[in-house]
């Protein structure tokens, strides 16, 4: 929105601003703020920065934990949630003592990946366009003690209301996509979450009801350069929440939040380009995707595992990346085919829009290192050459839910746990290491505390083990 401090400064005096938000992102991919009257957005700001606490969010140890928050002055917006006018940002990490580039902070590692993309020679820029698919619900609990577990969410739409007296407009399960009002009780939320987007100076290309019945929707922004898909990311799942939280409803980003009901993905369409040329175009090839695109997904689908460990880093993430569902749980490519890693969209077909999608994501992933790990792992492939169906990826244009068992179990498996991913990430990073983009310290600490987080769930009896075997 801003290009120097003085416009910022400017637009705080002409628009009355009272407050200035300053936005960070941890290193597991939640955002935590501090603010500041708008008069203390001066010089001295913008160059020393907003002291935190970095031990407090995954960054630093506790005995040397002091670290500041730098504004980013071309993310300005005004934050339509608060009481009294608010002007946000977005903020990169650096050290205290130094004001060096913290190297741990995920933004400051998608501007590095970005950094050694233009270094390669291969491309000046990338496009991102994630999808947001997401749950609203009326009504969610939970409880987790030791003698009791459970969660329960409720939604209006939900076919288990069908015997309840009401307006009489639900949804059958698998029956939401696209469906239109009454049935689509949350036309008008998205609309607001949308309105709320563009104001903000995040463009919507639209926004519909997804398959699943209670309350799943879908938003899709234009594709973006790295920084900014990262930036919008994060703002989506905000003004989500935030705009459903002021009318008594809940979202959640889980991957899969309902048992039986179609989970919710953060497909990453994705394209590269040098000297305003879309490097993955070639009218003559498969899918229009041109040598250097196909190299890319090789690179992708080879080191797959691996780079599902930053894209789906929650136990959660696995419930969704089982079969049916159109769940993308094979390590192909394919033109159109959903239940591919990589889709080729057939619609994708021209000089600007030429593109393919990474479809295994959720957005419990950090979208900062999230497509740092595919941008690196793409590179490697076009470097290295790796030709996909060389590599046995594909294409492949069947429904391989179709083929006998023998015939399915020659596809290269993608992990299918969290445990797994880490496996795969352990094996296989050095594509990662590339530029400095990230470390070996930072990989051990993401797999100490994702193998944490599985063992804690894996070591908690299930409330369905209680219907199974208590009576045994």
């Given amino acids: 929105m801003f290009e120097t401090l003085e416009e910022a400064q400017n637009y705080i005096r002409e628009h009355e601003i009272a407050m200035v938000d300053l936005k960070f992102c941890d290193l597991w991919g939640r955002w935590h703020h501090v603010t500041i009257p708008a008069v203390q957005f001066t010089l001295a700001l913008m160059n020393e920065g907003v002291g935190f606490d970095g031990s407090s969010v995954g960054f630093k140890s506790i005995s040397a934990g002091d670290m500041v928050a730098v504004p980013d002055l071309s993310t300005g917006a005004e934050d339509p949630f608060w009481d009294m006018p608010t002007l946000s940002f977005v903020c990169s990490a650096k050290e205290a003592d130094t004001r060096e580039v913290f190297p741990y902070d995920p933004r400051n590692i998608a501007l590095r990946a970005e950094d050694f993309m233009r270094a390669t020679g291969v491309a000046d820029t990338s496009l991102w366009g994630p999808e947001f698919e997401f749950y609203v619900f009326n009504r969610m609990g939970y409880q987790n003690r ?101 009318e008594g409803m809940s979202v959640t980003f889980m991957p899969k939040p309902l048992y039986g009901e179609a989970g919710s993905g953060m497909h990453f369409h994705q394209m590269i380009w040098q000297n305003g040329k879309n490097l993955c175009y070639d009218p003559e090839q498969y899918g229009t995707i041109s040598d250097v695109g196909r190299y890319y997904i090789g690179g992708l689908l080879r080191h797959g595992g691996a780079v599902m460990a930053f894209t789906n880093p929650s136990t959660n993430s696995f419930r ?81 839910f179709s083929w006998p068992a023998e015939k399915r179990a020659m596809i ?61």
């Fill in 146 to 246: 030791i003698n009791s577990a459970f969660y329960r969410v409720e939604s209006e739409e939900a076919d288990w209301n069908t015997q309840e007296l009401g307006c009489g407009y639900t949804i059958p399960r698998h029956g939401g996509y696209h469906a239109i009002p009454p049935q689509d009780h949350l036309y008008n939320l998205r609309s607001r979450i949308s309105q709320h987007l563009m104001n903000m100076g995040l463009d919507v290309k639209y926004h519909h009801h997804e398959v699943g019945g209670p309350g799943q929707c879908e938003i899709e922004t234009p594709m973006l350069p790295l920084i900014q898909a990262a930036d919008g990311s994060m703002l989506v799942k905000y003004v989500s929440r935030m705009t459903a939280f002021k």
């Fill in 412 to 472: 290269h498996a993608l992990p299918t746990s969290l445990g797994a991913a880490m496996d795969a990430l352990e094996a296989d990073h050095d594509f990662l290491l590339a530029g400095d983009v990230f470390n070996e310290e930072l990989i051990q600490r993401w797999i100490v505390r994702k193998r944490w987080e599985e063992q804690q769930v894996n070591n908690r009896p299930h409330p369905y083990e209680i219907e199974l075997y208590y009576d045994l």
């Fill in 320 to 400: 969704r990346l089982v079969p049916g569902y159109e769940a993308p749980i094979s390590a192909i490519y394919s033109l159109g085919n959903r239940s591919a890693a990589v889709r080729i969209p057939k619609y994708a077909n021209q000089p600007n829009s030429a593109r393919f999608e990474f479809r295994p994501p959720d957005a419990t992933c950090n979208p900062y290192l999230a497509m740092a790990a595919q941008l690196l792992a793409g590179l490697d492939g076009i470097l290295k050459r790796m030709d996909p169906t060389e590599m046995g990826f594909g294409p492949v244009d069947e429904d391989i």
